[in-house]
């Protein structure tokens, strides 16, 4: 089983920053692919940054310039700074964990989500 924990959400005026973070732990023997999604109130999941294990990333284009993700293997954690946040960023706010545990003795890969975050800008 893999736990992913969710920190660094919070209630900000437009403008402002906030950072994510997100920590996995359990049977883990390999991290791929880390990411942030959000959902805002009545519209779908949508992806805002990934990071390979190699640490290459993918943005969303309404996030390009403002949101820098970033991680750290040794902890197996997942970040996000949000800058210059906007009232169109308030959403909730979910990491997402890809990779490959051992149960059973046996590796197989695993998809693991947060339990989100709230992240409200307002003035």
């Known amino acids: 089983q893999v736990q992913l924990v969710e920190s660094g959400g919070g209630l900000v005026q437009p403008g402002e920053s906030l950072r994510l973070a997100c920590a996995a732990s359990?049977?883990?023997?390999?991290?791929?692919?880390m990411g942030w999604y959000r959902q805002a109130p009545g519209k779908p999941r949508d992806l805002v940054a990934t990071?390979?294990?190699?640490?290459?990333?993918n943005y969303a284009d309404s996030v390009k310039g403002r949101f820098t993700i970033s991680r750290d293997n040794a902890k197996n954690t997942v970040y996000l700074q949000m800058n210059s946040l906007t009232p169109e960023d308030t959403a909730v706010y979910y990491c997402?964990?890809?990779?490959?545990?051992?149960?059973?003795?046996?590796?197989?890969?695993?998809?693991?989500w947060g339990q989100g975050t709230q992240v409200t800008v307002a003035s």
């Open positions: 990071i390979t294990s190699g640490g290459n990333t």
């Open positions: 359990g049977s883990i023997l390999k991290i791929t692919v």
């Open positions: 997402n964990v890809n990779g490959e545990i051992t149960i059973d003795g046996r590796d197989r890969q695993f998809i693991s």
